[in-house]
Structures are given as structure tokens and as C-alpha cells.
């Protein structure tokens, strides 16, 4: 007998988030929003399976069945939008907030330097994996099955955050933003600007609140975080069962079982800064536009992250924390289980 199947979805969706840094005792030490990272995010999920049996039987006394799967999962998950600190930064609230039902609900914020995100998430991972039965009828009262299997994983991620806005942090000249705010039940804060991010004119790539500056000097122009996973499991078991028939003695059966494991993580992360040295520089030649229209702002100009990495205006400074040295491990592991037991078929009382 032959089975076989395949199956392949390619899904895309798109959402917009809104996400608050917090919530922190601001003016009369009631609550006001510490700063915000909303998104509008695009996703691409494609994914391929297949799956394959074959069973033969040339005997009464043999039979054999070999299974067998492979998958494919790759996703992309595009980011954009504008980090906005607020009060956790320099960032000045005016004195023409109100306040409602014990949070500062409305106010403007001046000196606000957002970093603008082109942010990446790609996902590529494959598994396979196949088993192996076979079983051997010795006698009319022995029976032998063994198996054998193997599966493996490979798993690549890029994690990719890049940064621009008016300029870095170390210039006094760069523009801001005097932004006015009103939160919204359940949908977060609705904000009006005074500054075009859809300009490109505007924006640079630049580290417009000098994060990571004590590794990059005058801030990192983003992070490059690329983990990947490898893990092979293979497995061996064989087993023989005598049947005895008697009144309430079924069987006896023994067996033996061996596993081995290896998984490995490598963990490569690295701060992005300008290869040339210098603390902003244009962006990339194909910009694009995002809608951020849910949150207030008209727009963000946009572009495609990876073309920043692969266009060589950006140099990778590998993470030296040791945070990060300690994610990367192997783990090897091997595990032999010899086992027997009796069968019982018989009837206690009136209970099976």
C-alpha cells in the first residue's frame, strides 16, 4: 500500500499595533504614557508539507511499513513605525494637559525626538523526519517488531531593527517634534505631530536617541539579532513478545530502546553602526510610504531593512555582553532503556 499527500498555504495578513512603554507618575503624580512603539506590521506565512507512507507485506509472517514527512515553514513579518519617547526621556509635557478618570488623558509633549523603525522578522525553518517498522511473526507464539527513526530541524532567524530619524542624538540641531496626545479607550493613544515624517529630506539613518552609544559611538543605527537552531534526534527500539495463552497469564514481553540527541543554538547579534564612521547618512535610494494613520500621524517614509544591511552603508559591531555569549550551547544526549514485563488477562470477580 502507498500513501502519499501534500499540502501548501501561502497566508497574508496585516495588523496594527499599538504598544505603550508604560505608565509611569508623571505631573501631580498622576499617570501619564512614558512613550510609545506602534506598528503597522505586514506578514507572509508560506508553508509546505509532505507526507508519504509504503507498507508492504510479502508473507503471512512479515510486514514492513516506512513513514516519512517533510515540512517547510518560511514567515516575514514587516514592521513600521515611530518609537515615541515621551516622558521617559527628554521630552518636556506642557502645562495644557487635562486629566481623567486618574490618568493624564490629553497634552502635548514637546522636544520629541522619535526614532522611526524599518524593522525585519524572517523566519525559514525545515523539518524532516522518517520511521522505520518492521515485524516478524518467529512462530505461532513469538513476535518480533523492531523501529527505526530519525528526524531533523534547521531553524534560521533574522531579527533586523534599524533606525532613522532628523538626526542623532548628539546634535542639538536636529528637529523635534512637538506632539500632542489623547488617549483613547482600549485603542491607546491618538496623536497629532508638527513635524513630516514622510519626508525624506527629513530623515536620516542615525540614532536619534544615542541607544547602545557605549558600544557605537553617538548611538547604534539599530540591532541584528541572527539565532539558529539545530537538533537531530534518532532512535532504535526492538521488541519480542512471547505469547503464553494460558488462563490468566497473557505474555511476556522485553525490549530494548536507544536514543540520541544533539541540538545546537548559535547566537550571532550585532549592533548596527555606519561603516564610514560618521553619526547619520541618507536613506536608502528606494523609499516607500506606510500609513500610520491609526495613531494620528499621516505617515512614515519607509524602505526595506535588508537592503540597508546588504547595501554595505552599515557595518556589523558584534555584542560582547556576556548575555548574549551564554545564549549559544549544544546539548548532547544519549539514552539506552532495557525493559520487560507479563501481560495479565484474566477477570477479579466481576472487574476485568
Known amino acids: ?33 512614558g512613550g510609545s512603539k506602534p506598528y503597522a506590521q ?26 516519512m514527512y517533510y515540512t517547510d515553514f518560511q514567515e516575514t ?11 521617559w526621556s527628554a521630552a518636556q509635557l506642557q502645562d495644557n494637559y487635562t486629566i481623567e478618570d486618574g490618568l493624564v488623558a490629553t497634552g502635548t509633549f514637546d522636544n520629541v525626538k522619535g526614532v522611526m523603525r524599518n524593522d525585519i522578522n524572517q523566519r525559514d525553518s525545515e523539518l524532516m523526519a522518517f520511521g522505520w517498522n518492521m515485524q516478524f511473526d518467529l512462530s505461532d507464539k513469538w513476535l518480533l517488531e523492531t523501529d527505526v527513526s530519525y528526524s531533523s530541524m534547521e531553524r534560521q532567524d533574522i531579527i533586523l531593527e534599524t533606525y532613522s530619524g532628523t538626526g542623532p542624538a548628539s546634535d542639538p540641531t ?28 527629513l530623515i536620516f539613518l542615525t540614532s536619534p536617541q544615542g541607544w547602545g552609544g557605549d558600544i557605537v559611538p553617538d548611538g547604534q543605527l539599530g540591532y541584528d539579532n541572527r539565532p539558529s537552531i539545530d537538533d537531530e534526534l ?34 550571532d547579534e550585532w549592533f548596527l553602526a555606519l561603516a564610514d564612521g560618521s553619526n547619520k547618512a541618507p536613506l536608502p535610494s528606494n523609499t516607500g510610504f506606510t500609513d500610520l494613520s491609526f495613531i494620528g500621524i499621516p505617515g512614515m517614509v519607509t524602505y526595506n531593512p535588508l537592503d540597508v544591511i546588504n547595501s ?39 472487574t476485568m
Request: proline share 5%; hydrophobic share 40%; charged share 20%.
Open 1 to 33: 500500500g502507498i500513501a502519499f499527500g501534500i499540502a501548501y498555504n501561502d497566508t497574508p495578513t496585516q495588523s496594527e499595533r499599538f504598544n505603550a512603554w508604560g505608565y509611569p507618575e508623571g505631573p501631580e503624580s498622576i499617570p501619564v504614557i
Open 234 to 267: 534518532a532512535m532504535f527500539d526492538a521488541r519480542a513478545e512471547y505469547e503464553i495463552g494460558g488462563d490468566w497469564l497473557a505474555s511476556v514481553e522485553f525490549g530494548l530502546n536507544y536514543q540520541t540527541r544533539e541540538k545546537t543554538k548559535v547566537a
Open 77 to 87: 513579518q514587516l514592521l513600521r513605525g515611530i518609537e515615541l519617547p515621551l516622558w
Open 312 to 350: 554595505g552603508i552599515v557595518a556589523q559591531v558584534r555584542n560582547p555582553n556576556a548575555d548574549v555569549v551564554i545564549k549559544s550551547w549544544t546539548v548532547e544526549e544519549d539514552l539506552t532503556t532495557a525493559y520487560g514485563m507479563v501481560n495479565f488477562d484474566t477477570d477479579v470477580g466481576s
Open 42 to 67: 505586514s506578514n507572509e506565512l508560506e508553508r509546505l508539507g509532505v507526507i508519504g507512507t509504503l507498507e508492504w507485506a510479502p508473507s503471512d509472517t512479515f510486514r514492513t511499513s516506512l513513514d
Open 174 to 201: 536636529a528637529l523635534t517634534d512637538s506632539l500632542g496626545f489623547q488617549m483613547r479607550s482600549g485603542r491607546g493613544a491618538l496623536f497629532s505631530s508638527t513635524l513630516d515624517y514622510a519626508d525624506p529630506n
